[in-house]
């Protein structure tokens, strides 16, 4: 009889201790990202470590989460392309738009931290990331009705279309003057 609390006492204390390791250990590969960009880099893309830290944004534990959303926002805030085609290749927003998801309802850090995340794209204007992000999440985001970020985001990406479709004009409009005087 006296064994059984025990037991569970020590399961619980486990789990408390990896919970603590995985936070951890989250923080020191962000610490990582941000201070040791060129050797860190092979090694995350290498190991898949974003995918496998996107998969701590399922965890009951929300401060395991919300280091999990940090280092994506370190990834992120590196401006650096190969990171980005690795996420959007990866679909690393995936879990990211869900923790979001589930979350909405509530005003807190987590929440906070994934908008100031999807700002920072849209201020930023990293292209390839707003069109990431709006194709494929568009419908689960233009439900969310506080703060415009995610309007602002659908805007830009539109604004980037218009550009995008300006500037094939231009170059088709280049290669046919070309071949003109080319003769």
Do not use: W
Not at 17 to 31: A, G, I, Q, Y
Not at 113 to 125: Q, S, T
Not at 154 to 175: A, G, I, L, P, W
């Amino acid at each position: 009889p006296g064994s059984a609390p025990d037991a569970a006492a020590k399961a619980a204390r486990e789990r408390a201790d990896l919970n603590v390791s995985r936070n951890h250990v989250c923080e020191l590969l962000t610490f990582f990202v941000l201070n040791h960009g060129y050797r860190i880099k092979y090694f995350v893309l290498r190991n898949n470590i974003v995918g496998k830290v996107c998969d701590l944004m399922k965890e009951d534990e929300k401060y395991i989460a919300l280091s999990a959303v940090r280092f994506l926002r370190a990834c992120v805030g590196l401006k650096d392309e190969f990171y980005f085609r690795y996420m959007i290749k990866n679909n690393s927003f995936a879990p990211l738009v869900e923790l979001f998801k589930s979350n909405a309802s509530k005003y807190n850090l987590i929440n906070s931290a994934i908008i100031e995340l999807f700002d920072f794209i849209r201020k930023e204007n990293i292209k390839s990331m707003i069109s990431y992000t709006v194709q494929k999440f568009a419908q689960e985001l233009e439900t969310i009705t506080y703060g415009d970020t995610f309007a602002t985001l659908q805007k830009q990406y539109e604004q980037n279309k218009e550009f995008m479709s300006v500037e094939d004009m231009q170059r088709q409009d280049d290669t046919t003057e070309e071949a003109y005087f080319a003769g």
